[in-house]
């Protein structure tokens, strides 16, 4: 296998220019080229572990322990009353709250359009089965507070299992220091407008136990699903849970990869780049281009707006970070090569033929197609749900949707004959398998 490709550090800091080997790319080659921060080792798993295990064992004692350690103050009342919530909505910004309104409207149509159908199947006359998807009774949804608010979390999370029809929906968010301890005023008017009543103010680790386990004193009961994007340690420990509770896809720090050629507009993918950067240090921000030419621009380009950024640092660190580069390749055939063996969790595609392009994707949270569809878009009022599998989780997982919140379930139905006509080949396969009791309980109905 070829290991050898050139590396070139250009403009002095920033963005990391990698050229490719020649295509076309293995897999192997192509994952390679683009190594991806770190999440967590095993110190943060097994820490997130034991602030699981405090809270199922201590409950609210730990909770309020472990806001003190972390969030700088338990707050006086970990749920959210009724009258705070109504407050809090009443007090928003007509502007966001109009924003807001859009976004839950189009997240609403989109994921409608997710929820599979029931179906009937006749496999022979008087052989049917009956498929119907069925919401699980109580979910929890954690939404981040730490270096942002996220009101949009708390849209896509909502609105997708409501659509789902989901019942009961407790919602957890990190006290804040500058909010006596209570969770971010948005998030509290997010989830009065949507009609969520069970808000506490907890997070981290210890909110996902909580969810998991349940807390007596707060009267919170443990739920079936737990969604929402988190830190290193709110993901390990939905990990922890997940033989509990059913999860969606552990989520790291935020992707985006960008396929380009030399039609693309380097300042547009410049302003994309550094959007996401702008997220976290961790954040990965890649673009894979057939053009040298367009490769120069873009860092130079991407180094002028993250100096002007208001996020400037945490911006540099994520694009002076390993997990951050442009990597030139030799056509889009290895350019949808590294893409797939990457699986982002945003992926844009500036290219003359970018529908094309993207029928030719297979591996990515979500596909963003053409200069006027940037990820940006899609964190509020594409439609799209903005909760998506990273760290190459898209090889294998959805994004958040109302199917993450249903079950299927079949229902059988023969009749005498159509349970005749199969019944000797079930009466063989259970001799087969050495349990007669099997065929016994077929024959026995012809017997009489």
């Known amino acids: 296998m070829r290991t050898h490709y050139s590396r070139t550090v250009a403009w002095g800091y920033m963005l990391t220019i990698i050229t490719a080997p020649t295509g076309p790319l293995s897999a192997a080659e192509a994952r390679g080229l683009v190594p991806r921060a770190t999440v967590s080792d095993v110190s943060v798993a097994d820490a997130a572990t034991e602030l699981v295990e405090d809270v199922r064992i201590r409950g609210e004692r730990a909770l309020r322990e472990q806001s003190e350690r972390f969030d700088g103050g338990s707050p006086e009342s970990i749920r959210v009353s009724d009258a705070e919530l109504a407050r809090a909505a009443s007090e928003l910004d007509p502007a966001l709250r109009e924003a807001i309104a859009i976004a839950i409207e189009r997240v609403t149509t989109a994921s409608r359009a997710q929820v599979p159908p029931p179906s009937v199947t006749t496999l022979s006359p008087g052989a049917v089965i009956e498929q119907h998807w069925i919401p699980v009774d109580r979910v929890g949804l954690y939404v981040p507070g730490g270096k942002a608010v996220y009101p949009s979390s708390v849209v896509m999370n909502v609105v997708a299992a409501q659509v789902a029809g989901v019942r009961s929906i407790a919602l957890v968010s990190p006290p804040q220091r500058d909010h006596a301890g209570s969770v971010h005023p948005t998030v509290a008017a997010v989830a009065e407008i949507l009609g969520v ?27 079936s699903v737990i969604t929402g994007p988190g830190n290193h340690y709110v993901s390990a420990a939905k990990r922890a849970v997940s033989a509990v509770v059913g999860i969606d896809s552990e989520a790291g720090p935020t992707e985006i990869l960008i396929i380009a050629d030399d039609s693309a507009d380097a300042d547009l993918i410049a302003a994309d780049l550094v959007s996401q950067a702008e997220h976290d240090e961790q954040a990965s921000a890649v673009l894979v281009t057939t053009s040298p030419q367009l490769a120069e621009r873009v860092v130079e380009r991407t180094a002028a707006r993250a100096a002007l950024a208001h996020h400037r640092v945490r911006v540099e660190a994520a694009l002076n970070g390993d997990q951050s580069r442009v990597i030139v390749v030799h056509s889009l055939d290895d350019a949808i090569a590294v893409s797939d063996a990457y699986a982002p969790e945003h992926l844009e595609i500036h290219t003359v033929d970018a529908d094309e392009v993207a029928r030719r994707i297979r591996h990515a949270g979500v596909i963003f197609v053409g200069s006027s569809t940037p990820v940006a878009l899609g964190d509020y009022l594409a439609g799209s749900n903005h909760v998506l599998p990273t760290q190459g989780h898209a090889r294998r997982a959805a994004g958040l949707g109302p199917y993450t919140f249903l079950r299927s379930r079949q229902t059988v139905r023969y009749t005498r004959d159509a349970l005749h006509e199969v019944a000797d080949a ?17 024959t026995a109905r012809f017997e009489r």
Not at 427 to 442: C, K, M, N, Q, Y
């Open 426 to 442: 079930v009466v063989t396969f259970a001799r087969s398998e050495d349990l007669p009791a099997h065929g016994d309980a077929i």
């Open 197 to 223: 009543d069970e808000v506490y103010a907890m997070g981290g680790a210890g909110a996902i136990g909580a969810l998991a386990f349940g807390v007596p004193s707060l009267k919170l009961e443990p739920v």
